[in-house]
Nanobody, 126 residues
């Protein structure tokens, strides 16, 4: 049984930083792409960032809204992907989801992601 267990998130003030983690069980991230999405109240789920998982490198991609502030990374040994979020703004408030897509091709298409984490709330106050 594949599970993506998310941790991190919570409440932060504007300008602060938070880190989200996504640990997989029943699935090896190597050879796949892991993405982060977020869904604010009353809005559609939107793409945040993605990383391809290979032994020696990882191609990353970011949505324009988070580029320069968020960093996605992976720890292959821990089978975990992280999302470091800096300079948070109230507009970053949302439920954040990690997801895994087969293959090492970065995709922003939510429908290409097969496995999803449970979601974690990030709330940024001004």
């Amino acid at each position: 049984q594949v599970q993506l267990a998310q941790s991190g998130g919570g409440l932060a003030q504007a300008g602060a930083s938070l880190t989200l983690s996504c640990a997989a069980s029943g699935l090896t991230f190597r050879g796949s792409t892991v993405g982060w999405f977020r869904q604010a109240a009353g809005k559609e789920r939107e793409y945040v960032a993605a990383i391809t998982i290979s032994l020696y490198s990882g191609i990353t991609n970011y949505a324009d809204a988070v580029k320069g502030r968020f960093t996605i990374s992976r720890d292959i040994a821990k089978n975990t992907v992280y999302l470091q979020m800096n300079s948070l703004t109230p507009e970053d408030t949302a439920v954040y989801y990690c997801a895994a897509s087969p293959g090492s091709v970065v995709t922003t298409d939510v429908n290409r992601y097969r496995y999803w984490g449970q979601g974690t709330q990030v709330t940024v106050s001004s």
